[in-house]
């Protein structure tokens, strides 16, 4: 069974406006949940590492939530640029080095 | 900056042939990983070593092998090359020091198996 479902699959919006994706997962909580951010044909690159204890994490256009009792997570972009279209990832904690990547939200920004 | 390096960024291979990937840390990391990624599944682990030598299965495991003889170095093999291990294939590092760390990627290397 997936323990990490990612929400939409894709997503297409227009430079400068904003969007949220969504992460719920099932694992129980050990380590921190991680977003990533992955360019087509790169490897994923970390955009925020949050402890289960962070309700909210920023990186600069980017602000990660974290939910830890409903186990839900969520990225939002604002001001989005060509160069977000990307996919996201999100990693949730789990107690041992098997880290459960989710399928990712393909993000694709149009001038 | 962590750098990670993959030796070929795309292959092509014919089935039954062995196949070797190689990643290269340059952060003295005791920890590497080898992930397959595969459109709408995500990245999944399919070994991992904590030290040289030292290796553990991940969660898909069957038809490969990995070599740490070196500390920066893990390889990933593919004994017999199959048409169902087509896929992206990712290495990754991080330090000991916790569950808590950044794990940094290669580029990726893209397999065609024919």
């Known amino acids: 069974k997936n323990q990490v479902e990612q929400s939409p699959q894709s997503l297409i919006i227009l430079e400068g406006k904003n969007c949220t994706l969504q992460c719920n997962y099932t694992v129980s909580p050990f380590s921190n949940l991680r977003w990533y951010k992955q360019d087509t044909g790169r490897g994923p690159v970390s955009l925020t590492i949050?402890?289960?204890?962070?309700n909210t994490k920023s990186n600069g256009r980017y602000t990660a939530t974290l939910d830890a009792d409903t186990k839900q997570s969520s990225l939002h972009i604002t001001a989005s640029q060509l160069s977000d279209s990307a996919s996201y990832i999100c990693v949730p904690p789990r107690n041992d080095y098997k880290l459960s990547f989710g399928a990712g939200t393909t993000v694709t920004v149009r001038a | 900056d962590v750098k990670v390096t993959q030796s070929s960024r795309y292959l092509v291979k014919r089935t039954g042939e062995k196949v070797f990937l190689e990643c290269v840390q340059d952060?003295?990391?005791?920890?590497m990983f080898w992930y397959r990624q595969d459109p709408g599944l995500g990245l999944r682990l399919i070994y991992f070593?904590?030290?040289?030598?030292?290796?553990e299965k991940g969660d898909i495991p069957e038809g490969y092998s990995v070599s740490r003889e070196k500390k920066e170095r893990f390889s990933l093999i593919l004994e017999s090359a199959s048409t169902n291990q087509t896929s992206m294939y990712l290495c990754?590092?991080?330090?000991?020091?916790?569950?808590?760390?950044?794990?940094?990627f290669g580029p990726g290397t893209r397999l065609l198996v024919l």
């Open positions: 990754a590092s991080h330090s000991a020091s916790g569950f808590q760390e950044t794990q940094y």
């Open positions: 070593s904590y030290d040289v030598k030292m290796k």
């Open positions: 952060m003295d990391h005791e920890n």
């Open positions: 949050m402890t289960f204890s962070e």
